[in-house]
Structure formats: C-alpha cells, structure tokens
C-alpha cells in the first residue's frame, strides 16, 4: 500500500496562475482532508469531504475549490493563485469506523511558491 | 469549539536528558488528543493518541503522554532523549463528531543536543 500520496511533491507559480493538487489514498478511507502548514501556525483546515462527491469548507477555504469526483482522489485547485497562498500543503485521510479517535494519515506534503 | 495551545516554540535538549513538551486543550465535548511527529520535509506521523481509558498513553519511540482532564492538559515526555527525536512535534484534538477533523497546536520544535 502506497497510503496517501499527493502530486506534485513542489511547485512555483506566478501570482494570477492556476494548478491543482492532487491527493490520493488507496485505504479505502471515507474522510479526505487538505491542510496548509504555516510557520507558527501548525496545520489548518482548508476543504475536507466525507465521502464521495461531497466537499465542506474548513477554517481558511478562501482561494480554494475541492473536488472528489473519486473516492480515492481528493483535489484542491487555486484558481488564481496569490502570494498568501505559498505555503505547504498535506492532505490526509481517515476510515469512518470507530468514531472521532481514528487516526488520519497524512500525506508527504506540497510544497507551494506563489512568486 | 475546541483548540490547542503548546507552550513553547522551541525546545532545546542535552542527549539522555528529559523530554517534555506541553500541550493544553479546549473543547466543549469530551477530546480524543493526539501527538503527532513530523520529521524535516516529511509528512506528519502519529505518536500517539488518547481515547477513552487508561490516561498514560504510550506511544512509538518510548514517548508517552499523560491526559488529565482537571489540568486540561496532554504533555509529551520522553525519559531520555536521543539525538534522532530532534523534529517538530505537533498536539492535535478532535472533538467534531461531524467532520471528524483535527485541530492542531502551532507545534514545537525539538533540539537534541550532543
């Protein structure tokens, strides 16, 4: 098992391009997240989704779209990328067994520049 | 409404000697807490997790971390420290039976002294 794997590993845009982050699991996991990593900040919630073809804003959505079109893959796309964008992004992952306490696992990360 | 404060930004260490690193909670509901260890450049790992239960939890690489609910606190201790713990160490709860997602404190990171 591969687990959670995001493309691609970095990236360097200009401000006002687009891309898309893509995240895939191969746990079967129902829950998928995407986080940013900011120094001092910890991780934040940007979009997560319980399931296939469902997607919730999480704390700082703005400037992001979702989608999971597959329950594997869960995409994060910048429309127009800007400057407060540049940040590490981690996508993770849970089962919906259990309850609350389920571990999630986390992706390698994204490394993000928006010059 | 649930948050996580860690006490100290860095924290700094001799090899062989204690390792404590602080974490306090807050949540409307009882937590399910989590440490998480993530090493330069690399994705996050799980230490360790509270649940319900036994309060001194163990985890990997001879950490442990002791919930205790009064002190609404859940700190990281390692007896002895070794030069591979230096990483950034991150406390996470989870309190939304919705969403089920973490929220995590804004980490500290571990110097290993030699």
């Known amino acids: 098992n591969a687990g959670v794997t995001q493309t691609p590993k970095f990236r360097v845009l200009k401000t006002g391009q687009s891309m898309t982050l893509l995240c895939a699991q191969d746990m079967n996991h129902e829950y998928m997240y995407w986080y940013r990593q900011d120094p001092g900040m910890g991780l934040r919630l940007i979009h997560y989704s319980v399931g296939e073809g469902t997607t919730a804003k999480g704390e700082v959505p703005d400037g992001y779209n979702v989608s999971r079109l597959k329950k594997q893959n869960f995409l994060l796309g910048l429309e127009s990328a800007a400057p407060s964008q540049t940040s590490v992004y981690f996508c993770?992952?849970?089962?919906?067994?259990?309850?609350?306490?389920?571990?999630?696992?986390f992706g390698p990360g994204t490394r993000l520049t928006v010059l | 409404a649930q948050s996580v404060t860690q006490l100290g930004s860095h924290v700094s260490v001799s090899e062989g000697a204690l390792v404590l690193l602080r974490c306090n909670y807050s949540s409307s509901v009882p937590p399910y807490l989590f440490w998480y260890v993530q090493y330069p450049n690399q994705g996050l790992q799980l230490l360790l997790k509270?649940?319900?239960?036994?309060?001194l939890v163990k985890g990997i690489n001879g950490f442990e971390a002791e919930f205790k609910k009064s002190e609404t606190s859940f700190h990281l201790t390692k007896p002895s420290a070794h030069m591979s713990d230096a990483a950034e160490y991150f406390c996470a709860v989870s309190a939304d039976t919705g969403r089920r997602a973490l929220t995590f404190g804004s980490g500290t990171r571990l110097q290993v002294q030699p």
């Open positions: 993770a992952s849970r089962g919906s067994g259990g309850g609350s306490y389920n571990e999630q696992f």
């Open positions: 509270y649940t319900t239960g036994a309060t």
